[in-house]
């Protein structure tokens, strides 16, 4: 087992998993904010110069997992693994937000695809050398899917 | 607290943390092999159609953490959380692998950067469309980094 302890929390508009947007990308100017815990706080030394950041938190609300899963934006049936639903076996949510300041241990975040009070696991820097993959990339069912990402936001599925 | 059940284990060349690539950027070609456990394998169906995968990982080594650290790639020193270092309050990693085989529950895969024996806490698809930032982008102290990714390899710094 692993055990982590929370280095703070995400704010966002998102009370209940109905009607939220389901990925970052899809989530334009959707504000929230981060309070990292006091002990933590000299960690996000020189942060601010970094436009985007990766967050890694606990999809808190999910109870349980699903080993094969409808995902919102297709009408076929794919492994947990194969989609980014929440109701993994470790759930473990990833985002990339827009970092717009940080102020003391506080930080205001653009494009939150998340429940509100998630717990925050992890704070990275975005940066393309590491995070963009660069030729040939297959996107499996992604490529066909049905649903158009922007459009599309979630539902009571995976509650 | 949090606690994750690990959903696998990551094997890869490297044993110690000594000349290890410290991206999986910087990984290009090194092979490795992915074993999830038996009652998660269901959870894989389809994933072979997918050509890179995120993985989130423990950086099961890692003793304590640190909240100003000198990263591998800079000589000034910087918050955990505006660098990739291992040393994190919580010690999880993330790479993006390149995805070359699904076999029942096993995996092979390309461009490792991790410790062999790594508890794998997820895979999930990589998708451009959720995971690359268009538009402007600041990378703070990674702008003008004294050196190059693909010339530097771990040390003993974060042991």
């Not at 094969?68 to 947990?80: A, C, E, M, Q, S």
Request: aromatic share 10%; hydrophobic share 40%.
């Amino acid at each position: 087992m692993i055990y982590l302890n929370p280095i703070g929390f995400i704010y966002t508009p998102f009370k209940t998993i109905e009607n939220m947007p389901i990925q970052s990308a899809a989530a334009k100017g959707a504000a929230g904010r981060i309070m990292v815990r006091e002990e933590f706080a000299d960690g996000l030394k020189d942060l601010e110069e970094f436009s985007h950041i990766h967050v890694i938190y606990q999809f808190h609300k999910c109870e349980g997992h699903l080993l094969v899963v409808k995902p919102f934006l297709d009408d076929k049936n794919h492994g947990i693994f194969a989609t980014r639903s929440p109701k993994r076996p470790c759930a473990i949510g990833m985002s990339i937000l827009k970092l717009t300041g940080v102020n003391g241990r506080e930080l205001t975040v653009e494009n939150v695809d998340m429940l509100d009070e998630s717990p925050l696991i992890d704070i990275k820097p975005y940066i393309p050398e590491f995070d963009v993959i660069e030729g040939d990339i297959s996107i499996g069912w992604y490529k066909n899917k049905p649903k158009n990402l922007h459009d599309t936001r979630s539902d009571e599925r995976f509650k």
